[in-house]
C-alpha cells in the first residue's frame, strides 16, 4: 500500500494531538502538525482539519493561507472534522479544497485514517444533503452567471468545447464546419484562441489538456 503524507491542523494542541494518535495508528500514513510560523509547507496528499463546533469562516481562512503557503500550483485535498457544516458554505469549501467531511460523533479509531487513506487515492465523501445543495448552487452558477457570458462551468466557451469533441473524434476543420455553424476560419481561430489562453502548444495538446481536466 502506497504511503500518503498527512498534514494535521487544529485550533487547540489537544485536538491535534488526538488527530495526530488516530492517524499514526495506521503505518502508511505519515502525520505531521502544520507549524503556523513557516511561510513555506511542503504539499501533503491530504489536509485534516479539526474543529470543536461548525466549520465555517475560520476553516476558510486557513485553507487559504495554506494554499498561499505552499504555492498556487499546489492542489489541496482536504478533510474537515467537525460537530455541523451549513448547506450554504458548501460552495466555498469545495473552492478551498474541501473534498470530504467526517462528523466528530462519527470519529473512531479506525474511521477518521480510512477516510484519509481514500481521499489520498482520489475519493470525496460528501454527505447526501451536501452533494444535492453543491449541484443546485452549481447549476445556479452555470445558468446565472456563465451562460450569459457564453462560458461553461469548466471555464470554456461552448464553441471552444464543440470545437475540441469534434477533434477529438478525429474531424478536420472542413468537416467541423459542415457540423458546425461556423466558418472554416472561425473555427480555427477558436482553436488557436484557446490553444493561446491556456499556453497549449498544438492541436492534440489541447485535446489533451481538455481531456485532463475533464471538460470533454
Do not use: W
Amino acid at each position: 500500500m502506497e504511503s500518503a503524507e498527512v498534514l494535521v491542523y487544529a485550533p487547540d494542541p489537544f485536538t491535534s494531538a488526538g488527530v495526530r494518535a488516530l492517524l499514526d495508528r495506521s503505518p502508511h500514513l505519515h502525520v505531521r502538525l502544520d507549524d503556523l510560523d513557516q511561510d513555506r509547507v511542503d504539499a501533503p496528499d491530504v489536509t485534516v482539519v479539526a474543529v470543536e463546533g461548525v466549520a465555517g469562516v475560520e476553516v476558510f481562512a486557513y485553507l487559504r493561507r495554506l494554499q498561499n503557503r505552499l504555492g498556487a500550483d499546489a492542489a489541496l485535498r482536504c478533510v474537515v472534522v467537525c460537530r455541523d457544516f451549513r448547506a450554504e458554505d458548501v460552495l466555498t469549501a469545495v473552492e478551498c479544497g474541501v473534498v470530504a467531511f467526517l462528523h466528530r460523533q462519527d470519529v473512531t479509531n479506525t474511521s477518521l485514517a480510512a477516510m484519509v487513506t481514500a481521499v489520498s487515492r482520489g475519493a470525496a465523501f460528501l454527505p447526501g444533503s451536501l452533494q444535492g445543495t453543491l449541484l443546485e448552487r452549481l447549476n445556479r452558477l452555470r445558468t446565472d452567471i456563465l451562460e450569459p457570458e457564453g462560458l461553461t462551468l469548466s471555464g470554456l466557451e461552448d464553441r471552444e468545447l464543440a470545437v475540441l469533441r469534434l477533434i477529438a473524434d478525429g474531424y478536420q476543420t472542413e468537416e467541423m464546419a459542415d457540423l458546425l455553424p461556423y466558418s472554416e476560419g472561425t473555427i480555427k481561430n477558436v482553436l488557436y484562441g484557446f490553444i493561446n489562453r491556456m499556453g497549449l502548444n498544438s492541436r492534440a495538446h489541447a485535446v489533451a489538456y481538455a481531456f485532463r481536466t475533464g471538460a470533454i
